[in-house]
């Protein structure tokens, strides 16, 4: 080359590429569009807390969601197990008298939940929709918005609650009692989460703090390639999303590790290390007020060895829950934390195989301030809807509308109206306070 000839340009590198970036982006993602990518958590020692003078006596409730991905067989949860209709559909998967914990009426727990049942089990039974289908996807959306109806549906088109259908029923829990900017729910998986964005305070989606996250090698090297191409100045647009999130993301982190230390022993499962970071929330006296716990994306999906799978989640269910629930009684704690779990749908009455394909209505399963044994009417497997499925005789609106009621939030500022005149109603008699 030479002096009067100009410069070859040099590319830079190409940087990360756009599927990384959005993962990093969908981390703090919606804290950072609602504060400007700061988030925090206030403590009692924070300069400008956001309890009230005196409220230190009181503690703020906290509501844990505890989502059984993939859609929970409640057939194989409240066991109808002397129904002969239930062994003729189910000729080999059905639970006999001795798989299960008797509570009258030819119902009985799945014996796997014995230690949660000694600790007060409630379980709602009969929970759905009136319009089903049998999506996950479709689904997923109708429990992450809160409205039973269809997605296409003209009702679903306009927006009746604060922060309209862009926003989670968690995330407009989240918002109606928590204060602007505030990191008041938190979902314990990495990305970002439907259920809990909200519109006004601060909501995030974190995975296994246990240690650095950094620490994982594959991790490092995709935030270094971010943080170098971000350094760079002259970074693929598709970076500066993630700039924010990374703040985010940190602020979250940093604030993890002030939180005190777990105590207790949690069993070594996603669900028990889940379960052991959200104490450390409710015991820090944090700002968050709703903690979404995924355990897993379709793990309760049993298409096949149905058997097997569902007793193994069972037990993970089981386990986890007990520490968590003891934990919470050894600190006092225990009746200003509701848990509640959550299900797409259930499986068909009908077995297929070894496994269950998609089904319905299912059972929730709640602990804490509640009161324990059966609630609402199982569905009946004598009257099934025209696809062979369980007709689900509680729409999930008006669980919603009881959990809404725990945090002291009114169900029509949360919720759909029914028949677009009136809020789904808390379904009386479940809670103790």
């Not at 015991?283 to 149905?306: C, K, Y």
């Not at 509640?370 to 569905?379: C, I, K, R, Y």
Request: glycine share 12%; hydrophobic share 40%; net charge negative.
């Amino acid at each position: 080359m030479t002096d009067d000839e100009p410069p070859v340009p040099v590319e830079p590198p190409a940087g990360p590429s756009r599927r990384t970036v959005l993962k990093w982006t969908a981390l703090g993602g919606a804290a950072a569009a609602a504060v400007g990518g700061g988030v925090w958590l206030a403590t009692r020692d924070d300069p400008a807390p956001r309890r009230s003078a005196g409220a230190s006596a009181k503690r703020q409730r906290v509501l844990v969601v505890v989502e059984l991905g993939g859609g929970n067989d409640g057939l194989s949860t409240l066991v109808p197990y002397e129904d002969g209709r239930y062994h003729d559909l189910r000729p080999t998967l059905a639970l006999d008298g001795d798989e299960v914990i008797d509570i009258g009426g030819g119902l009985g727990v799945n014996r796997r939940l014995r230690g949660v049942h000694d600790r007060g089990l409630t379980l709602l039974a009969g929970v759905g929709t009136a319009e089903p289908v049998l999506s996950h996807f479709e689904m997923l959306d109708r429990w992450a918005v809160g409205d039973p109806r269809p997605a296409s549906s003209a009702a679903r088109a306009k927006p009746t609650a604060p922060g309209g259908f862009g926003t989670g029923f968690l995330g407009r829990l989240c918002d109606a009692v928590g204060e602007p900017g505030a990191l008041t729910g938190v979902s314990l998986h990495f990305g970002d989460n439907a259920p809990i964005r909200a519109a006004a305070t601060s909501t995030v989606g974190l995975g296994d703090v246990t240690n650095n996250a950094f620490t994982d090698a594959k991790v490092a090297a995709e935030a270094r390639d971010l943080m170098r191409a971000m350094a760079r100045g002259r970074a693929p647009a598709h970076l500066d999303a993630a700039r924010s999130s990374l703040t985010s993301m940190v602020d979250v982190l940093d604030a993890v590790r002030a939180l005190p230390a777990v105590t207790a022993t949690y069993p070594e499962t996603d669900l028990g290390r889940q379960l052991a970071l959200a104490s450390r929330f409710v015991l820090g006296e944090t700002a968050i007020r709703v903690i979404h716990v995924p355990m897993g994306v379709s793990r309760f999906d049993t298409h096949r060895t149905h058997l097997r799978k569902h007793a193994d989640l069972m037990d993970e269910l089981n386990d986890a829950l007990v520490v968590f629930v003891d934990d919470l009684i050894a600190n006092g704690v225990a009746d200003d934390v509701l848990i509640a779990t959550t299900s797409e749908f259930g499986r068909r009455p009908e077995e297929h195989g070894d496994g269950l394909d998609h089904g319905t209505a299912s059972t929730m399963l709640l602990l804490g301030p509640t009161v324990a044994g059966l609630h609402g009417e199982p569905s009946s497997l004598q009257q099934l809807d025209p696809l062979d499925n369980l007709v689900a005789s509680l729409g999930f609106d008006r669980y919603f509308a009881t959990l809404a009621s725990w945090l002291d939030v009114d169900p029509a500022a949360v919720l759909p109206k029914v028949d677009g005149s009136r809020a789904p109603e808390p379904v009386a008699g479940i809670l103790r306070v």
